[in-house]
């Protein structure tokens, strides 16, 4: 199975200010049809995961334009450019390009 | 809206079966791949099982494969977990999760989950 590995695991954040997420996998994940699969999820305190970001960049409907995604291949990064208070929750990043899709750890974003 | 709401839950015994279910509203079901995603207790995110639009193609993880069966009814927008033979780390909250839509996804890309539902507490336990 790809290994997702996020860093860092906690990240206190003052508000307003940025903050970014690193997410890396064991393999490559550029899919042969040459979509690369790396999705973005929150999930605030007590509440469903939602996600944020779908193939590397591309951001959810209602998704707030503060976040985020970029990278290639295994290395990736969710930005927030600036915390407010309703971002405080759990971030995984997951992959889909090979079998089966699998999640990161999670990132816990609290407010400083 | 998309709604997924999700029934079933409960408390079993080691070895013991139980089915949980999910109710989809929002959208057209039968367009669309769908999966079971879990959450041990404070614990992360567990991709289990997925479903493709017309149940002909069903996927599960490793830990799960032989003892877990996804299936779907179109015709009453209903997607289930039949769980057997179930083992206390199997203890989890089991989210409803909507795919990939037909014509627009491919192979395990279908499986990536946008709409998520509130989950369905199960726990293995003597």
């Known amino acids: 199975d790809v290994v997702m590995t996020q860093s860092p695991l906690s990240l206190p954040v003052t508000l307003g200010q940025p903050a970014s997420i690193s997410c890396r996998s064991s393999?490559?994940?550029?899919?042969?049809?040459?979509?690369?699969?790396l999705n973005w999820f929150q999930q605030r305190p007590g509440q469903s995961p939602r996600r944020l970001i779908h193939?590397?960049?591309d951001r959810d409907s209602g998704v707030p334009d503060r976040f985020s995604g970029s990278g290639s291949g295994t290395d990736f990064t969710l930005k927030i450019s600036r915390v407010e208070a309703e971002d405080v929750g759990v971030y995984y990043c997951?992959?889909?390009?090979?079998?089966?899709?699998?999640f990161g750890q999670g990132t816990r974003l609290e407010i400083k | 809206e998309v709604q997924l709401v999700e029934s079933g839950g409960g408390v079993v015994r080691p070895g013991g079966s139980l089915r949980v279910s999910c109710v989809a509203s929002?959208?057209?079901?039968?367009?669309?791949?769908m999966s079971w995603v879990r959450q041990a207790p404070g614990k992360g995110l567990e991709w289990v099982s997925g479903?493709?639009?017309?149940?002909?193609?069903?996927v599960h993880a490793d830990s799960v494969k032989g003892r877990f069966t996804i299936s779907r009814d179109n015709a009453r927008n209903s997607l289930s977990l039949q769980m057997n033979s179930l083992r206390a780390d199997d203890t989890a909250l089991y989210y409803c999760?909507?795919?990939?839509?037909?014509?627009?996804?491919?192979?395990?890309?279908?499986?990536?989950?946008?709409?998520w539902g509130q989950g369905t507490l199960v726990t293995v336990s003597s």
């Open positions: 999760a909507r795919g990939g839509e037909i014509d627009y996804c491919t192979g395990g890309s279908c499986y990536i989950p946008d709409y």
């Open positions: 929002g959208f057209t079901f039968e367009d669309f791949a």
């Open positions: 479903v493709n639009w017309n149940g002909a193609s069903t």
């Open positions: 393999q490559s994940l550029l899919h042969a049809d040459e979509n690369t699969y």
């Open positions: 193939k590397v960049s």
């Open positions: 997951m992959q889909g390009t090979h079998w089966p899709p699998t």
